[in-house]
């Protein structure tokens, strides 16, 4: 049995735990969350015997395989930290934390503690993806050219999920002083895992950043100031050479929530296009078919998801490639973003 500790018992605290009680074996024994109505929901929904109001006295206390970090960006250091000094797995939310150097310090610890550690880049669930990411390092589409990604989302101009302006789990993301990191932050860091996992790591990035009027007075509702970036785009050199594009907004008109990714090489290209399935991507390559540009769908079968992953890491220490490694891998492009925003010219990518 293995027995699985929650930090954090909101919303996607509850997605987790509906994923992680569909797998054979394993058991949620406790749970913590500062809110008490918070806490009790999440305990009595998934029978957790053991409900704390602070994480430390639930890792002191309890005899845990394995802790998921759900609490705000913010925390993500300070709980992930305490976790590894008792030398017990994580599975830690995205983005990794909300600085480079916290990041690091992350992975410092689980260096130290030698436990399998990864971070929830929930896009990695689609075999899809995983095997598209295969066939590239297989060399199917020959050396990588030229890259074009994107991550997109309609909500600050439409109402298909609800009027942000009356939405406190939306208009938090858009202030900074609340630790949103905008765009950027919020769902850039999923297309730069994406993106890095299909093509390699970035070594270069020119990344531009805007935040557009909303027609608020002050640019202010309530305590939420508006000032966090809504849209990005970024031009990147990858260590193999090619060149890509990679962007995100959330003011994509005709979009919900849109992943997709065209990566180009010298004998073929591969499109991953998680709005269209999960477990397929299209291919263009081989002399006749670059010759008629004719793109073949590939069916994937199913892979296991991060949280099968995380638990067959607990159980046999295992090391998933989605780990703190990569996370400050990931961070690291999040941090030399808004440097080079801030300085107006391409940066160099210090990992």
């Known amino acids: 049995m293995v027995r699985l500790g929650f930090i954090g018992a ?39 015997p053991a409900v704390y109001a602070d994480y430390r006295e639930m890792l002191a206390k309890e005899q845990l395989d394995g802790v998921t970090n759900v609490t705000p960006d913010a925390m993500h250091a300070e709980v992930s930290i305490a976790v590894l000094e008792r030398r017990i797995p994580i599975l830690c939310e995205k983005p990794m934390a909300t600085t480079l150097d916290d990041a690091r310090r992350m992975l410092d610890a689980a260096d130290k503690a030698g436990v399998v550690n990864m971070i929830n880049f929930s896009y990695r669930n689609s075999s899809g993806l995983q ?4 066939a590239v390092r297989a060399g199917l589409i020959g050396e990588l050219r030229h890259v074009e990604s994107s991550y997109l989302q309609s909500w600050l101009v439409s109402k298909g999920w609800g009027n942000w302006r009356e939405s406190p789990g939306l208009l938090w993301r858009l202030s900074t002083k609340h630790g949103s990191a905008g765009d950027l932050g919020d769902i850039g860091v999923h297309i730069y895992d994406l993106t890095s996992f299909l093509c390699g790591d970035i070594v270069e990035i020119y990344c531009k950043l805007m935040t557009f009027d909303k027609g608020v007075p002050g640019n202010q509702i309530d305590e939420y100031v508006l000032d966090a970036n809504d849209s990005f785009v970024s031009t990147v050199v990858f260590a193999g050479g090619a060149i890509g594009a990679i962007h995100s907004s959330r003011w994509a008109v005709g979009h919900s929530n849109s992943l997709r990714a065209r990566v180009y090489g010298t004998a073929g290209a591969i499109e991953v296009d998680l709005d269209r399935a999960y477990d397929e991507y299209r291919i263009c390559a081989g002399e006749e078919n670059m010759k008629t540009f004719r793109w073949e769908t590939v069916k994937c079968p199913p892979t296991p998801s991060n949280y099968e992953r995380f638990i067959e890491g607990i159980r046999t220490g295992k090391q998933d490639p989605s780990s703190f490694a990569n996370g400050v891998k990931i961070q690291a492009y999040l941090h030399y973003s808004f440097m080079s925003d801030r300085l107006g010219r391409p940066v160099r990518v210090d990992l």
């Open 10 to 48: 909101g919303g996607m605290a509850n997605h987790q735990a509906g994923q992680f009680s569909k797998i054979d074996g394993v058991q949620i024994t406790a749970c913590c969350d500062v809110s008490a109505e918070r806490r009790a929901a999440f305990a009595q929904k998934f029978n957790v």
């Open 131 to 134: 095997a598209a990411a295969e």
